[in-house]
């Protein structure tokens, strides 16, 4: 895979998490992971992965606290998708 591949799929990844969320700083951070996930060198792209899978499940552990089942629901689907592609990329080590 191409270092532009990856860091599309990524970022695009990101944003869908950023569409399910409605807290406005892990928009935010969202945003700024999306932004150097965008602009860094691959050697980066690991760890942008780590930090946004780390947020995406804050975010879902966030949702069931306020028993808002549809917002997990759709987090935990795009957390599960960047999950899936940062482990088949070779982005993250099998655990």
């Known amino acids: ?34 932004c150097e996930a965008e ?3 691959i050697a980066a792209l690991p760890s942008v992965a780590t930090r946004a899978l780390a947020l995406a499940d804050a975010l879902c552990w966030e949702s069931l606290s306020r028993a808002d089942t549809e917002a997990f629901s759709h987090q935990a689907r795009v957390c599960a998708d960047l999950c899936d592609f940062s482990r088949c990329s070779g982005l993250l080590e099998d655990a």
């Open 39 to 41: 602009t860094a060198a």
């Open 1 to 34: 895979m191409t270092w532009q591949y990856l860091a599309g799929e990524l970022s695009l990844l990101l944003g869908q998490l950023q569409a399910v969320t409605s807290d406005t700083s892990s928009e935010r951070d969202i945003a700024r992971l999306r």
